[in-house]
């Protein structure tokens, strides 16, 4: 019985090493395409990227409950961030809805 706990323990932590290769990836991603955001809006970023990663898709309510922004504010940071080629818009999950780019 112990050794199955042990096997989830191997298999939480290669998910934290992959994680931390995800977090080095958004970091290229902004360095290429980044330069011009203000240091708020590379806070913001991060902020957004910890919580959905490359996977999973996120809409304007989403950003402004996890940033506290105003709808504005979040339009705002998702068409800026659209633009910069950092998040795309998805289909077949509703209108408004984005992830970010690999």
């Given amino acids: 019985m112990s050794g199955f706990l042990n096997e989830e323990k191997v298999d939480i932590e290669s998910a934290k090493v992959d994680i931390r290769n995800r977090k080095v990836d ?53 068409s800026n961030l659209v633009k910069a080629d950092i998040i795309e818009p998805v289909s077949g999950h509703g209108k408004g809805k984005y992830k970010f780019k690999m």
């Fill in 26 to 78: 958004i970091e290229s991603v902004l360095s290429e395409k980044g330069r011009d955001f203000s240091v708020k809006t590379t806070i913001h970023i991060h902020r957004l990227f910890e919580k959905f990663g490359f996977d999973e898709v996120f809409g304007r309510s989403a950003v402004m409950e996890l940033l506290e922004l105003k709808a504005s504010g979040a339009s705002k940071l998702l």
